[in-house]
Nanobody, 124 residues
Framework: QVQVVESGGGLVQAGGSLRLSCAAS????????MAWFRQTPGKAREFVAA????????NYADSVKGRFTISRDNAKNTMYLQMNSLKPEDTALYYC?????????????????WGQGTQVTVSS
C-alpha cells in the first residue's frame, strides 16, 4: 500500500538545484519522523536526511551535509528536500519514508511507508 508520494526529481546539470517533495496523508505523516533515502542500481539503500515530527531536529548524511536541506510542513502533510550544488554522485532514486517520532535511526529497517521514489539525475 502506497502511503507517500515523492515528486520533484528530474535531470539537472552539476552544480544545479532540485527540490523534492513527499506528500502523505495526515495519518501517515502527523506524529512521525520523516526521512529521505536514496538508492542506485546494485547498491544498498542509503540514508540522506531526516527530520523530527515536531521539534525541527534534523540529521544529514556526511555526503550531503551543507548542500541539502530537509524541511516539513505539517499543515500540508508534506516533507521537502532542497538539494543544492548537486553532484553526479547524487544521481539516484530518492525515497520518502517514516520512522518513530523521536528516533535518530538511519537504518532503513526502522522506517516504513516507503514511496515509489523519484529519480534524480545529475549530469557532469
Amino acid at each position: 500500500q502506497v502511503q507517500v508520494v515523492e515528486s520533484g526529481g528530474g535531470l539537472v546539470q552539476a552544480g544545479g538545484s532540485l527540490r523534492l517533495s513527499c506528500a502523505a496523508s495526515r495519518r501517515t505523516f502527523s506524529v512521525y519522523r520523516m526521512a529521505w533515502f536514496r538508492q542506485t542500481p546494485g547498491k544498498a539503500r542509503e540514508f540522506v536526511a531526516a527530520i523530527g515530527w515536531s521539534d525541527g531536529s534534523t540529521n544529514y548524511a556526511d555526503s550531503v551535509k551543507g548542500r541539502f536541506t530537509i524541511s516539513r510542513d505539517n499543515a500540508k502533510n508534506t516533507m521537502y528536500l532542497q538539494m543544492n550544488s548537486l553532484k553526479p554522485e547524487d544521481t539516484a532514486l530518492y525515497y520518502c519514508a517514516r520512522g518513530r517520532a523521536y528516533s535518530t535511526s538511519r537504518n532503513p529497517a526502522d522506517f516504513d511507508s516507503w514511496g515509489q521514489g523519484t529519480q534524480v539525475t545529475v549530469s557532469s
